[in-house]
Nanobody
């Protein structure tokens, strides 16, 4: 059973930076898209960034130019570098590994990111 878990995050000041990581507990075999979602209090969970197997990336408009998603396939890990953070970036961040097959879509438990002075 594949399990994935986030790490990093925490508290940052407006304009600051944080990096979150998400690693799988075993080698991922097969084409896998990796993504970051976030959910602020009282709001739905929204896609932040996604990176496909071939390295193609896509971002929600509010983070373009500030966030960067990357992956290390050898380590089964996806990263989200967050720069120029804003208070509205405060949320629980979740990672997702999607292998495109039934029962092969995995979620982490989430990690808190708080941007506040």
């Amino acid at each position: 059973q594949v399990q994935i878990a986030e790490s990093g995050g925490g508290l940052a000041q407006p304009g600051g930076s944080l990096r979150v990581s998400c690693a799988a507990n075993r080698r991922i075999v097969g084409s896998t898209s990796m993504a970051w979602y976030r959910q602020a209090p009282g709001k739905q969970r929204d896609l932040v960034a996604i990176i496909t197997e071939d390295g193609t990336t896509n971002y929600t408009d509010s983070v373009k130019g500030r966030f960067a998603i990357s992956r290390d396939n050898a380590k089964n890990t996806v990263y989200l570098q967050m720069n120029s953070l804003k208070p509205e970036d405060t949320a629980v961040y979740y990672c997702n590994f999607d292998m495109g097959r039934p029962n092969h879509n995995y979620w982490g438990r989430g990690i808190q990111v708080t941007v506040s002075s």
